[in-house]
């Protein structure tokens, strides 16, 4: 058993399965203390060598646009602190998957926030260059990418690459990783590097400061900075007007229109001040949650953007509630994502878990109902979740579902009433779900169609 957790912790995390044969279970038996470890083949830290890292410092005194790729590696590997020192010693601009988000501020001005399908547009354009087609399907280049990619606890996962020989086609890629079956398995890379990312960053630091880099950086940074300000994370309000997300009061005169979902989000982030523990379930909702709340450490984030697993959020806060019980732990959920594990409500009220849960109910399958809308037509299979024999009813009802588990449940329609409600939620002492009805036609932007390229992005 010892060794099960051992493995299951430590490496790269993940399941071990036990077998316990029912003739042993029913065995009695007086256990060793402490358990043993004999594990002399697994080998779960290993460390770069300095000739490899020399040759990293080596491609970063030659580049002239470095972006860095980190992912989910940087926070298992609990190596946050030793990126962050390595960004502040060599000026690269830093980009993330969703799955390591959080583990460089996304307010610091390196930060790219994340990049892929729906990641930030000047994320994309910063690894592949920007890119535009013309009505006749030629693509021009616009501006150019990033000439070296430092990838550190990724996987060149399809959802951040799209079309996989055109990520990053004209630069030179580096893979740290410890798992030596992740490099060249997605996308062929100039130098493979089988080691621990904490090791290798903690040492690279330490390389730089005792080597400074000649770093020719400043147009680079006068790019990147062009590129954020022409294409913010943003979402539109009516007509062609368009709002980047933390504007104080984007709907100021608004205030008896519907509520947008991306405003929603935003809203929270200012009033819960960033500091909340953000949970998601899978959809469009898990990504304006990535998109319109800015996260600054590591784990502020909990989603399942590997698997996505619909119906993650909400036992996910109960989990980061109970080990930080004085955080604010906020899942941002979707109507259907939270209806497959909505029996939780009963786990938090008997148990006394003050997690809150604020849902984003467009009465359907929103993510799957972007893509009908975009590809199919509009035509809609089975994405509907309402009643359609009374479609201006909100169903399933949410607060008669949280009524019956004990559970405090508010349901907002306007936008005059959205932040007054998310007050209420905040200052909370129990478990407490808000039911925001938003409309089922907004799409999650930036958007690069699956095994595309940045050419093809939506924005």
């Known amino acids: 058993v010892k060794e099960a957790f051992y493995i299951a912790q430590s490496g790269r995390p993940g399941p071990v399965v036990i077998d316990f044969p029912k003739n042993i279970q029913q065995q009695t038996a007086q256990p060793v203390w402490p358990p043993q470890l004999d594990l002399p083949g697994y080998k779960p830290n290993p460390k770069a060598d300095d000739l490899e890292l020399n040759e990293i410092i080596g491609l970063i005194e030659k580049a002239e646009r470095p972006v860095l790729y980190v992912g989910g590696g940087i926070i298992t590997g609990n190596a946050a602190k030793e990126l962050r020192a390595f960004v502040e010693a060599t000026k690269i601009p830093v980009t993330t998957t969703i799955m390591g988000v959080g583990v460089f501020p996304e307010d610091h001005p390196l930060s790219l926030r994340w990049l892929g399908m729906h990641g930030a547009a000047y994320a994309n354009w910063a690894v592949s260059g920007e890119l535009r087609k013309d009505a006749k399907g030629n693509i021009h280049k616009i501006a150019e990418g990033a000439d070296l990619l430092l990838a550190f606890g990724v996987r060149f996962d399809d959802r951040v690459t799209g079309k996989v020989d055109k990520f990053c086609e004209h630069g030179t890629i580096v893979h740290v990783d410890l798992d030596r079956s992740e490099h060249n398995k997605n996308r062929k890379v100039q130098l493979p590097i089988h080691s621990d990312v904490k090791y290798a960053l903690g040492k690279l630091v330490k390389m730089v400061k005792a080597r400074p880099i000649k770093a020719r950086f400043k147009p680079w940074h006068k790019q990147i900075a062009e590129w954020k300000q022409r294409a913010p994370l943003r979402y539109k309000l009516t007509g062609d007007e368009m709002r980047s997300n933390h504007m104080k009061d984007p709907l100021k005169g608004r205030e008896d229109q519907v509520i947008l979902p991306q405003h929603a989000i935003a809203a929270l982030y200012e009033l819960s001040k960033g500091e909340a523990i953000i949970t998601t379930g899978v959809g469009q909702h898990q990504m304006w949650g990535g998109q319109h709340y800015l996260y600054k450490r590591p784990r502020q984030l909990l989603t399942s953007a590997g698997l996505g697993s619909m119906g993650f959020g909400y036992p996910a806060a109960l989990g980061a509630k109970v080990a930080f019980p004085k955080k604010e732990v906020i899942d941002i959920d979707g109507d259907g994502s939270f209806l497959m594990n909505v029996q939780e409500l009963a786990t938090a009220k008997i148990e006394k878990i003050a997690a809150k849960a604020m849902i984003l109910n467009n009465q359907h399958l929103g993510m799957v109902v972007q893509w009908e809308d975009r590809f199919y037509e509009s035509?809609?299979?089975?994405?509907?979740?309402?009643?359609?024999?009374?479609?201006?009813?909100?169903?399933?009802?949410?607060?008669?579902?949280?009524?019956?588990?004990?559970?405090?449940?508010e349901r907002v329609m306007f936008e005059k009433d959205l932040r007054p409600a998310i007050r209420r939620m905040l200052a909370a002492k129990e478990p407490y779900v808000l039911d925001i009805i938003t409309p089922y036609t907004e799409h999650v932007l930036p958007f690069i169609p699956a095994g595309h390229t940045v050419a093809d992005m939506i924005y």
């Open 379 to 409: 035509n809609r299979g089975h994405t509907y979740l309402g009643n359609p024999d009374d479609p201006r009813a909100i169903y399933p009802d949410y607060p008669t579902i949280c009524a019956g588990f004990g559970v405090t449940c």
